[in-house]
């Protein structure tokens, strides 16, 4: 019987050629548009640290003061009194602080010039917190952390330029004029974003791609390596900032920190380790306003900056509108395509025919038409996909791919949406009167 409905419905599709193929046009045009935004929304949405991302949490104390606060909100940084003892402390199952370095990098390798790299001052848990993946060597130890030892841990980008891809741990690179021994070599790692130092980097960065030296954050401080973000005022005042020691000490916001904790139960634990930490810095008279922390994980951190592209948000919306006056297109057409059929429909009933079988019959034809239209919308999206640089940064638009996914969920929403589309113009043909038709045509 459903065969029977499709073949109906290729039928009528030859005798309103120029209806079916406007219809099948919209449909595959509004579509396409759709989810070529819907695929980089995806793309600056998805989860950086999928199956882990609910026990990754960021902890922050209000150091500041009211004054300083926006709405309330602890900063985003901490100092460095609070991230040492929260470092320290080691209450979660793992925890790291740090801040973005930049290092003058020199090799042994007299082909490669002299050159300013990026990377990060960690601890480290930061590796295994973080499922970071090694090509060779492995991360520093925590013992190491405590020796501020001169270990260094490179990028695989770093390593194919200077040791052509070769095993270089033990061997050594200068930084900044000192020589660092290389513990480990990273393996391909490029979460996005790259949440865990978005704060310092700035929003507008957080679809780069990470750096490529990472080291003992202990040993960067002994170097007096200053972070790209430093945040000083405070209901306390600003204090004493005249050299480094001074400054580190001062209430400056300058360190991201991040706790792995295992369950609900840790959360909570460890809210209330925060909270005890700031009631105790307000009875000893450092803070003198109500102690504000807060522990959030890593989704409710990207929320809470807001790091979803604006143009990928503002895109999805307009886009869903255009689909929307498409669909309303849509039923007018098919009202009218639907409406001219009134005599065939009129004579079907006389013969017997339900008004269910006209349902069936008509919702058919709007699902054949919306799977036409839905081939020919994936053909256009993997258009789109590919031209996305226009609209969207290169870094973004590298992000953006079209799957398995992405096109069954194109043909799904171009059947779903016409068939909708079909239910007014299909009630409007099955309210068809026999009789009146037979009498007119007759």
Known sequence: MWGHYVELALRSSQRSKALTVLVVVLIAVGISACMVSYAAFRATTSDPMPGKSSR?????????GPSYTYKGEPPDMLSYADAMAIWKAGKA????ILFPTTWDVESDNV???????????????????????????????????????????ISKRLNDKVFAGRD??????????????IAGVLDAWNPKPRFYDVVQNGLENAYDDPGDIFMPLTRATDMKKDSKYSNCPSDTGWGDVSDWDAYLHSECGRFGAWVELGSPADATAYREFLQHYA???QRI??????PAVRLRNLPDTLTYLG?????SSLSMLISASFLLIVLVNVVGLMLARFLRRAPEIGIRRALGASRAAVYRQFLVEGATMGLVGGLLGVALTALGVWGISGLFEPKIAR??????????????????????????????????QPAWQIKING
């Open 111 to 153: 082909a490669v010039p002299v050159m300013s790299l990026t990377g990060e001052a960690v601890t480290a848990d930061f590796f295994p917190m973080f499922d970071i993946p090694f090509r060779y060597g492995s991360a520093w130890s925590r013992d190491d952390d405590a020796k501020h030892a001169t270990a260094v841990v």
């Open 279 to 281: 009631d105790e810095q």
């Open 399 to 432: 992000l953006v791919h079209v799957d398995a996914s992405l096109m069954l969920l194109t043909l799904v929403l171009a059947v779903g949406s016409t068939v909708v589309a079909a239910l007014y113009p299909t009630w409007r043909a099955a309210q068809t």
């Open 168 to 181: 270089s741990t033990g061997k050594e690179l200068r930084l900044d004029g000192k020589l660092f021994r």
């Open 307 to 311: 790091i979803v592209p604006r143009a």
């Open 285 to 290: 008279g450092r803070f003198s306003w109500a």
């Open 56 to 64: 990754l949490f960021v902890p922050l104390v209000d150091n500041v």
């Open 93 to 96: 199952q793992r925890q790291t």
